[in-house]
């Protein structure tokens, strides 16, 4: 039923790295910054940092030294995901965010941002929840594909709203009697759908600014999230 709620390995081959990543893809905590940003993110080592195979720091596989530029791949809360040339080899594994920085300013605040939004959206979704500020393909995740669609393009841009019927099978019994033994029974008498709830979802351009429910739809308080993080590029 849906509801409202407001809520590491030196890689010899792309075989390898592709293995690992659907392994991690796995782990709920880990999310991978190309699903959320649309180009290449490199951070700066501001002091030499030890790289392990796990988020966990298990396995050590080797020392990037300062000021070593590497590519962010994932993250959890307390460990980035990095690839780069270590003092011996290529590697790819989880760091401290400590030992990172990035030349723009914000960007590392950004981060924890992204973070924070990413574990409230996947809640959601696992939920089968929506929320003010999410994404129209974060809510294409939760509840599926729509109803129904409306759109509006105006000078300012796009804006519609989304209608999610749901709808159940109803049975209907009528009382019988038995002629031989004269016990009265249920019997089918026929079935019907009928709409058991519906939510609408209003949006500005690809966010989530109003929702609407129906009352036959056991809902619960409307929140609101963080919209998706503006980077500053």
Do not use: C
Request: overall charge neutral.
């Amino acid at each position: 039923m849906w509801r409202i709620s407001f809520i590491i390995l030196i890689f010899s081959s792309s075989f390898l790295f592709a293995q690992s990543r659907s392994l991690l893809d796995d782990d709920p905590e880990v999310i991978y910054l190309d699903q959320h940003i649309d180009r290449k993110i490199e951070l700066i080592v501001a002091e030499d940092a030890n790289v392990f195979a796990t988020k966990t720091a298990n396995r050590h596989l080797g020392v990037f030294a300062k000021g070593t530029k590497v590519e962010l791949l994932a993250m959890t809360d307390k460990a980035y995901r990095v690839r780069g040339q270590a003092k011996h080899a290529g590697v790819a594994g989880w760091v401290s965010p400590k030992l990172m920085a990035s030349t723009d300013k914000d960007f590392i605040e950004n981060l924890k941002k992204l973070y924070e939004r990413q574990m409230i959206v996947t809640a959601l979704i696992n939920n089968k929840e929506v929320a003010i500020g999410m994404t129209l393909d974060e809510v294409s995740q939760s509840l599926g594909e729509p109803t129904k669609k409306s759109m509006r393009q105006t000078k300012d841009g796009v804006t519609g709203s989304w209608e999610f019927i749901q709808l159940e099978e109803k049975k209907h019994y009528r009382a019988v009697r038995d002629i031989r033994s004269g016990q009265v029974y249920q019997q089918l008498s026929h079935t019907t759908v009928e709409e058991k709830g519906k939510i609408v979802v209003e949006f500005e351009g690809d966010v989530v600014t109003a929702l609407e429910e129906s009352e036959n739809n056991s809902g619960g308080r409307i929140k609101i999230i963080t919209p998706p993080i503006v980077w500053g590029w």
